[in-house]
């Protein structure tokens, strides 16, 4: 049938022209309004550009800056110990709370650090969600878990935020064993939809009736899991929301050393341009009236007819939801209260129907201005002062290893023009916005899409390219399959910069660099080396560019150098392949360490010296090949033999362990001991905290090799 029987005329109050008042809220729907004739409507008054949204800041501001100098009074959060607390309260009030919930985050934060603009971005959705849903038994997911500084306030840790990051304080991410109302714990991106679907799938096994809410962002959903979830949670048909939290940073945070950049990837434009489009709704609202009195056939070609139109006047992406097999309802302003609500209410009160993905658009750092200018530079922030936003930043003597390690590539690109660089929507860390500032057509942004980045790479290197993959220790994890199928099995010269190797300090276990080693040197081809400083980084990376038969990888921690001179112009001497090297002779006892651990193996020999202990301490440099005839002669002139490394137990100690057991080193007199970090996750603290715990400071390396040759360890406290 051809489309023009369907032709109509357009109520009077739709416009074909987009209108400039169109945005004007009203009160809330009666509840005889259905979900199919309400929500467009609200959704179409709801749409945004979150430039034409700001928050009025009650009170006069001091005149040294644009925020508060003091905290200001929050006399409704004040109220609010559980979100039991908030059912009561009229819109004009949640309003007000969340006004207060803001300004709360804001001093919490200058206090301590942490992420700050995306909680700042997402305060109203979190009072709305917490309004409608009733936690802990009704589940909100928190993809990521650094916008969660609302949510933990609102659930019973306000008295508690002071202590975030810090040890044995409060997570900055989600953490089940935090409180009943973290349904799941998160640090790494992508996973929500994916835990949210089994939730729901687990409830309507156990017969029980509670609502399932993933809110994800549109930086996590360049990861192919959220696909993976869509895709398998359109098929189940299971009752689940997912809240798509849509501010425009598709890579996380956007920006380069010349300030804010456009997101990266295809679902960024699609986004956009779905964002910009009025007349959808308006199309379908008017197309489900006139197809109210068609039945059979027709009501299902009418159907095709909305969906087709969908596509054309948003483009592919609301199409695309749909498709998956989700009701799509958007784009909606996140930072209307009241029409977050009206959504909200009516999408928990319309049951059986399905996934549904409702669209949010919202402003990071929104509410405090400074975050508002410059969201790349308030995405995640040291202490800083409120009035002024000013962050107290440590001034260092050195550089991080993050910046060596760019300065190193860019040396190398400098002198090569087949070197290229790939990270995953991580240029700030990972130090490659320098690179990109350098090299921008030979630095590639792939998204959240660690999987991707790595058989990218191995696809730059079968065309004769030298890829350099800049990825997290911790987010390595997500790809080790491309590692290991697309890389290392096909013997590819892909060389990975594993940044925040060992342990990370406050981000904690999500982020802890513990298992790379391990798994990266179990496999056949893969060359594994970690530089003791930051000179030993240059030569490593230019070690590793040199490598053009095979995969090859090194580890570097967070934090700074330690201020021993580097190469002439950057640029590093490769290393011999295999060689470790002694730094300080001694007798009777050899420390081995490896990468940053080598550090506190000095620091150790230096405790022992001034006890009459002289001691023997080795920089590995290599776990894959190893140095046998270091090792061999090691164990051969000392009576004990100590490896330390700042990584789990099948790393680098296992891999000598494994030399001398069938070079028959163990068969004599020998005592060897492996120093590695416990088998249990460390919680989030200072980085001094963790080391002590993990029983790695250079304290307890004195103390196990006086334990080993028989002399009391509480030697170490006599004067």
Known sequence: MALSAFRFQFPSYLSRETSKDYCKTTSLSSSSQSLATYLPSICRRS???????????KGSLVKKGDYYSTRPPTPLLDTINHPIHMKNLSVKELRALSDEL??????????????????????ELTVALHYIFNTPQDKILWDVGHQSYPHKILTGRRGKMKTLRQTNGLSGFTKRGESEHDSFGTGHSSTTISAGLGMAVGRDLKGRNNNVVAVIGDGAMTAGQAYEAMNNAGYLDSDMIVILNDNKQVSLPTANLDGPTPPVGALSRALSNLQSKRPLRELREAAKGMTKKIGGSMHRLASKVDEYARGMISGACSTLFEELGFYYIGPVDGHNIEDLVSILKEVKSTRTIGPVLIHVVTEKGRGYPYAERADDKYHGVVKFDPATGKQFKNVAETKSYTTYFAEALIAEAEADKDVVAIHAAMGGGTGLNLFHRRFPTRCFDVGIAEQHAVTFAAGLACEGLKPFCAIYSSFMQRAYDQVVHDVDLQKLPVRFAMDRAGLVGADGPTHCGAFDVTFMACLPNMIVMAPSDEAELFNMVATAAAIDDRPSCFRYPRGN?????????????????????????????????????????????????KRGLNITVADARFCKPLDIVLIRNLAKSHEVLITVEEGSIGGFGSHVVQFLALDGLLDGNLKWRPMVLPDRYIEHGSPLDQLAEAGLTASHIAATVLHLIGIPKETLFWK
């Open 47 to 57: 749409t945004v550009s979150p430039s034409k949204i700001r928050t009025t800041v």
């Open 102 to 123: 803001r300004s709360d985050v804001v001093f919490n934060v200058s206090k301590t650090g942490g992420h700050l603009g995306s909680s700042l971005g997402v305060v």
């Open 561 to 609: 150098g330690i201020g021993v001179s580097l190469p002439p112009g950057n640029k590093g001497v490769p290393l011999e392949v295999g060689k470790g090297r002694v730094l300080r002779e001694g007798e009777r006892v050899a420390l081995l360490g490896y990468g940053s651990a080598v550090q506190n193996c000095l620091e150790a020999s230096y405790v022992l010296d």
